[in-house]
């Protein structure tokens, strides 16, 4: 399903905001509806992942050089790391466990501050640059995409086999 054409950053900003709703949407959810929460928190851990992997693969690429900010640029791949490992705890836990909405919690505050930091300072600088950013959006668009169908074709083959 193709989506009308975004620009890089646009698509970027559109998942932050996708992905701050449903953190804000696991929040209030009580301790007894541990299915949700687990549905929730898969969610975010998919989106976080597929989001990180276009920025890693495509954006940061494509816009170290324009940026001109070294610093801000490896921060940025280092809190993708930070907030991997988070992901890949919080994706072998059970609602029930010990520190799981804690840390649901900490990848919330992390993802916060990575996103001010990426449309407070690293998305102006992208702007003032010399880049495509529709073309990059395009890029970004159809790795999202082939990311999103592995995903379908890998919980289709669990289901299959389970």
């Known amino acids: 399903m193709k989506t009308d054409m975004q620009d890089a950053i646009s698509m970027l900003e559109a998942d932050h905001k996708k992905v701050k709703t449903l953190f804000e949407n696991f929040e209030v959810l009580s301790d007894r509806s541990k299915v949700s929460k687990k549905k929730l928190a898969d969610q975010i851990c998919l989106e976080l992942s597929i989001h990180a992997e276009i920025e890693e693969q495509i954006f940061y690429p494509a816009v170290r050089g324009p940026v001109k900010d070294?610093?801000?640029?490896?921060?940025?791949?280092?809190?993708?790391?930070?907030?991997?490992?988070?992901?890949?705890?919080?994706?072998?836990?059970?609602?029930?466990?010990?520190?799981?909405?804690?840390?649901?919690?900490?990848?919330?505050?992390?993802?916060?501050?990575?996103?001010?930091?990426?449309?407070?300072?690293?998305?102006?600088?992208?702007?003032?640059?010399?880049?495509?950013?529709?073309?990059?959006?395009?890029?970004?668009?159809?790795?999202?995409?082939?990311?999103?169908?592995?995903?379908?074709?890998?919980?289709?083959?669990?289901?299959?086999?389970?």
């Open 70 to 162: 070294e610093d801000l640029m490896d921060e940025a791949v280092v809190e993708h790391a930070s907030a991997k490992e988070l992901i890949a705890q919080i994706s072998e836990m059970d609602p029930g466990d010990d520190l799981y909405d804690a840390k649901i919690k900490v990848l919330s505050e992390q993802i916060e501050h990575h996103v001010e930091e990426e449309e407070g300072d690293m998305f102006p600088k992208v702007r003032k640059g010399d880049v495509d950013l529709v073309a990059l959006g395009k890029q970004m668009a159809t790795l999202k995409e082939t990311l999103g169908a592995a995903v379908l074709n890998n919980e289709a083959g669990a289901a299959e086999t389970s």
